[in-house]
């Protein structure tokens, strides 16, 4: 789950909105900082269900919105390597100072290497003893 200890020195920092936006297959945090309803999700807008403002949630977070990842698709792989989500990142960046996307790990979905294709920058995670080598070293 997306620590919620993120958000507080990434807002304090932002003079802009902060942005967290969960993959298509990484659908949780939902309770954790939702401020209004989930009506629509990432994979709404990918699929051309929805305007990207339709897709945003506001938080209880000052300075911090959510897309939430919305029902897991049949191709999930191949909406996050499209032009919509290249094009809201995009968007996105001019909008936001700090924009998250937090994905499945990467060893599971190859859904964690087709988004860090695209962002300027990543953080793998990994559990000290738990976590495979090779995965690590990628």
Known sequence: MFPSSYVC????????RSWLTQTCANPYCGAVIKQ?????????????????????CR???N???IIFAGP???NPSELLGGDAFRNMLEVLRMKYDYVIVDTPPLGSVIDAAIVGAICDGTVIVVESGASATNLSRM
Do not use: M
């Open 36 to 56: 209004n309803r989930e009506k629509y999700g990432l994979s709404h807008y990918l699929s051309g269900q929805v305007e990207l403002d339709d897709a945003c």
């Open 59 to 61: 938080t209880n977070v």
């Open 72 to 74: 897991v698709p049949p």
């Open 63 to 65: 300075n911090f919105d």
């Open 9 to 16: 020195p990434l807002q304090k920092a932002a003079s802009r």
